[in-house]
């Protein structure tokens, strides 16, 4: 009988390299998937595409060219890490979930006396591009170092590239010697005491009278916590709280973006809002905002009009659900509009971690529509953009 021929070392050897070679494979396509992701996981830390949690706090987002780019504070670890060590970062993303990190794009400065030298406060960056000129232009929020939250101004970088580098430009409040559209000439020059004790009924009708916009007609309105929004005729506005975060300001950029036309309105006079964040739905403005308890949560409310002028209504909490009345334990930075997808917004919020600033998640949920067509968000551990198409 003629024997089955053995096998030999040559052919073992090579289908134990096939073999290994597949293993390999697999392991790296394993591990590759595993650094994908496909999905927003709420809370979770969320790691770009280096495999390192996302670093871009009170951000804002910019389409440009098919891809969104991502700005954010650049937080560090430790008890400075509020303030601004490093700059403003980028990240790009074409699907949303998986972001390549595109470094600082404008970073502090080491000369001391600049308006944002290192140890400045750097807050919820924006960018938007701008079609006649071709730049793209962020404006942040700006607090000059060594003096808290007192300087609230607002500051321009622009750029070429939407990847930067951005170059400082300037720092300023807004509006200096302007009174905001409709606000009476009686107003204007009404008298208050200047005594007038702090969250009692007069000082209340004070202020929605326009005692803090008196104070700083000359010098220029404080600027706090700001969105920009671009409307669909190619207006820009920007948004921030103003009067001691009592009120919130609403103004015109001129056709460049880099300035302020002077057209301005208050809405909700002592109302307390910060951290807005305004989007546009079939005609309606919505404008989403938290109150004001600094790094701690409290609850969301949302605005709506027909016009960025108004009148602005007020709709309420938009959140439903456990921890609604906490934002899901975050704040409004951004809402944003999904390109492809027909009323399809996110909600982009920041849940803070002041003792180590690194640390901040972010709370991304969708924005649904009852059937009043009123906004609402609903808390979900994972989902996916497919929510959109329901
Ligand atoms: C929050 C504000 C943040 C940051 C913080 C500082 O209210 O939204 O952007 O300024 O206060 O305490």
Redesign the pocket.
């Known amino acids: 009988m003629k024997k089955k021929p053995a096998v030999t070392s040559k052919k073992l050897y090579l289908s134990l390299s096939l073999l290994a070679i597949v293993a390999l494979a697999s392991c790296k396509f394993k591990e590759q998937e595993a650094k994908y992701n496909h999905s927003f996981k709420p809370g979770k830390i969320w790691v770009d595409t280096d495999s390192l949690h996302i670093n871009a706090h009170?951000g804002g987002i910019l389409y440009y060219d098919n891809t969104y780019y991502w700005f954010g504070e650049f937080k560090t670890a430790g008890p400075d890490g509020?303030s601004a060590q490093v700059g403003v970062s980028c990240y790009s993303s074409t699907d949303l979930y998986n972001w390549e990190n595109e470094g600082i794009v404008l970073p502090v400065s080491n000369e001391a006396g600049s308006d944002i030298e290192k140890g400045s406060?750097i807050?919820?960056p924006k960018v938007i591009y701008n079609e006649k000129t071709g730049k793209f232009v962020m404006w942040f929020?700006l607090e000059l170092k060594g003096q808290g939250?007192g300087a609230a101004r607002t500051a321009l970088a622009v750029s070429d590239n939407a990847v930067g580098p951005y170059t400082f430009v300037k720092s300023l409040r807004p509006n200096a010697q302007q009174w905001p559209m409709d606000y009476s000439q009686e107003l204007r020059t009404k008298a208050y005491d200047p005594e007038l004790k702090w969250w009692t009924p007069s000082w209340y009708k004070a202020i929605d009278q326009g005692m803090f916009l008196q104070r700083d007609f000359e010098g220029g309105q404080m600027s706090?916590?700001m969105q920009l929004f671009v409307d669909d005729d190619g207006k820009a506005y920007h948004i921030h709280?103003s009067e001691d975060?009592l009120t919130l300001h609403i103004s015109e950029l001129t056709d460049d973006f880099q300035g302020f036309t002077g057209r301005y309105t208050r809405i909700f006079p002592a109302g307390h809002n910060?951290?807005p964040a305004l989007f546009k739905k079939d005609d309606i403005y919505y404008l989403m905002a938290?109150g004001?308890?600094?790094?701690e949560p409290n609850e969301a409310r949302m605005f709506e009009a027909r016009s960025i002028w108004g009148p602005w209504d007020s709709l309420g909490n938009p959140c439903v659900g456990e921890d609604a009345h906490l934002t899901f334990h975050s704040?409004s930075?951004y809402i944003l509009p999904v390109q492809g997808k027909e009323d399809a917004f996110i909600y982009m919020g920041?849940r803070?971690t002041?003792e180590n600033p690194i640390d901040g998640r972010y709370i991304w949920l969708p924005i649904q529509f009852d059937e009043s067509g009123k906004p609402v968000v609903n808390w979900y551990d994972e989902w996916n953009l497919s929510i959109f198409d329901n």
């Not at 004001?292 to 790094?295: A, H, S, Y």
């Open positions: 009170g509020n406060v807050e919820r929020h939250y706090r916590d709280s975060n910060e951290a938290s004001c308890t600094g790094w704040q930075t920041d803070w002041p």
